[in-house]
């Protein structure tokens, strides 16, 4: 299960994404993300709860930075110890701004 709250503030839209981040759950952050990203120019996920990311989550958020490269910037903070090892494992460490 994924709970995906969103804030936004002018062009800065902070996600906060709290439990797994997989197959059944990144088709709900894809969704969410796309039906908002329009006028964004700062893109903040909050993976603090995060507990899982699978390949399939790591297909949205690369979809997602390569959307944000060209209207503003995506950043990641609070990106715990199991996470962090799944991006630096993959290489998304020097894709993605982590914070």
């Known amino acids: 299960m ?3 709250t969103k804030t ?3 062009s800065k839209a902070v996600y906060n994404l709290e439990g797994r981040l997989d197959t059944i759950t990144a088709p709900d952050l894809e969704k969410s993300l796309g039906d ?8 903040v996920l909050d993976m603090e709860k995060l507990e899982y990311i ?5 297909r949205v958020l690369l979809s997602t930075q390569k959307v944000m490269a060209k209207q503003g910037e995506m950043k990641l903070i609070h990106v715990n110890d199991v996470v962090m ?5 993959t290489g998304f460490t020097d894709i993605l701004t982590i914070e």
């Open 8 to 10: 936004m503030d002018g």
């Open 85 to 89: 090892e799944i991006f630096e494992v």
């Open 36 to 43: 908002e990203l329009g006028g964004v120019k700062e893109l």
């Open 54 to 58: 699978s390949s399939a989550g790591l």
């Open 2 to 4: 994924l709970n995906i």
